[in-house]
């Protein structure tokens, strides 16, 4: 499948070497040129310098043929923007984003994020 990933640091890079691992087609946007220049030189695999919430960069890392957009900055904000202009702009099937802050992981699932994912919430949901 082809997925785009907002976000190549801390979470993105990892989480683009384990989907290439398993076989998938991923293309990493991140607004960091030296993130990108890591990506490119440690994966050998597609990134580009560009913006979450922007309509252009999201056309240029391929939104319209993705089977999923995964937003995992570290903005919230940035992240709901991707999932919602990749959901009306370029109909992306699947939209996944990390919720930084687990107040704001209803505002996603409101916003029609079809996952959203808080650290904070997985942690306390597993100390039972």
Do not use: W
Not at 6 to 28: C, Q, R, T, Y
């Amino acid at each position: 499948m082809y997925l785009v990933i907002v976000g190549g640091g801390k979470v993105g890079a990892p989480l683009a070497s384990a989907l290439i691992n398993e076989g998938h087609e991923v293309f990493v946007l991140d607004n960091d040129a030296e993130v990108v220049a890591n990506l490119q030189r440690e994966l050998g695999m597609i990134a580009t310098i560009g913006e979450a919430a922007s309509v252009r960069a999201l056309q240029d890392a391929g939104a319209a043929r993705a089977g999923a957009l995964i937003a995992v900055t570290d903005s919230d904000e940035d992240n709901l923007a991707a999932c919602q202009l990749a959901r009306t702009n370029f109909d992306v099937p699947r939209t996944i984003a990390i919720a930084n802050s687990p107040e704001n992981a209803e505002l996603f699932d409101l916003a029609g994020v079809d996952l959203a994912v808080s650290a904070t919430d997985l942690v306390l949901a597993n100390l039972a």
